[in-house]
């Protein structure tokens, strides 16, 4: 079984629907992250957390919002979906230590119209 | 101006050919260097990382890193088919917590 797991792998909605990605983990790290990759623009980090009461927005964090339910649960949630958050979301985890390592999930494709 | 630039090609090179992928970066607090391999549809692994300066050499697959002009390589020898992939460069320090920045990846496609 896969380490990282993210549900669901695709999905397309429409403009406004509240919508949430799924993150869990069996690696036991305490730090997990939610990123989105767009063409060009490499890896953005949205929100991270570095424990379960440890939450923390990243670069672009506007428009989204998470929940650490528990250390091996993160989810990612929109709101209010729009057009320009199509893209392909990842987890990830880490230790926190020596290189900080991220183990990432296969990805969501997420497409908003 | 970003933390870290990578040229996103696409890159192609015939089988057999040896490759060099670079990123350059601006914040000298970056400690540990790293490649990230990331396959169609999948999600980013880890190939190599390298401590401060200097080279590291697994099989195939060469990291060097210049910190006196920011500068990081992966070189890749007799690539192959396989090798085709997005090679992501990543960048972290330590500042009361790891902070770790992405490169935007560079495409590459090895011809058979």
């Known amino acids: 079984d896969a380490d990282v797991t993210q549900t669901p792998r695709n999905r397309i909605t429409k403009t406004g629907k509240r919508i949430m990605l799924e993150c869990s983990q069996t690696k036991g790290h305490d730090r997990m992250y939610w990123y989105r990759q767009d063409p060009g623009l490499g890896l953005r980090l949205i929100y991270y957390?570095?424990?379960?009461?440890?939450?923390n927005k990243g670069e672009i964090s506007d428009g989204y919002s998470v929940s650490r339910q528990a250390q091996a649960k993160f989810s990612l949630s929109l709101e209010s979906a729009i057009p320009n958050q199509t893209a392909l979301y990842f987890c990830a985890t880490s230790t926190g230590t020596n290189t900080d390592t991220q183990y990432f999930g296969p990805g969501t494709r997420l497409t908003v119209l | 101006q970003k933390e870290v630039e990578q040229d996103p090609g696409p890159l192609s090179v015939p089988e057999g050919a040896i490759v060099s992928l670079n990123c350059t970066y601006s914040?000298?607090?970056?400690?540990?260097f790293m490649w990230y391999r990331q396959y169609s549809r999948k999600g980013p692994e880890l190939l190599m990382y390298t401590y401060s300066s200097g080279n590291k050499e697994d099989g195939r697959f060469t990291a060097q890193v210049d910190k006196s002009s920011k500068y990081i390589s992966l070189f890749i020898r007799d690539s192959q088919p396989s090798d085709s992939a997005t090679y992501l460069c990543a960048m972290s320090a330590y500042t009361g917590g790891f902070k770790t920045i992405f490169g935007a990846g560079t495409r590459l496609f090895v011809k058979a």
């Open positions: 957390s570095f424990d379960v009461k440890d939450i």
């Open positions: 914040n000298s607090a970056f400690q540990y």
